[in-house]
């Protein structure tokens, strides 16, 4: 059942054309979060999210081997809650988001490790740094709406860490934390 649902978030739409037997899926930007942490001076830990981002979904159950997956999230749309902080996150310091105003992942294999868990590898762009990263992959569910047995739903965890030196974010390291934990939760609704 988990390798049917995890395809269902891993082709996109910009990369292949629809094969037959393959059916669209949108993510459903009201039940979908990005967000990430970071330790600071080993005092606290900040949280925080990127309020935009989308991703274009395909699969064909019959040919999970190939499955992709691309999201693209905003830059300009980080919020930890605190104006300052965001206009430093967003600047040459870090995100550089005038000049990079997108974070890209696009998947390159996924490996099932689980009936409902997988890792999923490929290419993250950061500051037009690309770095090859894995994520940790689980499904929540996939079941047909309880108001709408029509219409079928997924929904997924997706987590990791990323290095935030890899990416030419080095302002503060150590004392500001270097390993920044990342998590995305999406629905996503079968067209």
Known sequence: MFTRALAA???????????????EWKLDK????????????????????????????VFDEDNIEN???KVVIDATSLDTGWPARDKHVKSKDFLDVKNHPE???VSKTVRL???????VTGDLTIRGVTREEVFKAKMRRLAPSPFNPDQIIA??????????TNYDMTYGAPAIGVMIPIRIDVQIDKQ
Do not use: Y
Not at 32 to 54: E, I, N, P, W, Y
Not at 113 to 119: Q, Y
Not at 155 to 164: C, H, K, L, S, Y
């Open 113 to 119: 490790t689980g009936e409902n868990t997988a890792d």
């Open 67 to 69: 499955a992709e997956v």
């Open 155 to 164: 929904g997924f965890e997706i987590a990791g860490e990323v290095d935030r």
């Open 9 to 23: 978030v891993l082709i996109p739409l910009s990369l292949i054309a629809s094969p037959l037997g393959a059916a």
């Open 30 to 57: 009201s039940h979908a979060h990005a967000t990430f942490m970071a330790d600071h001076l080993g005092f606290s830990t900040v949280q925080g999210q990127f309020r935009k981002f989308d991703a274009d979904i």
């Open 103 to 105: 974070i890209t992942f």
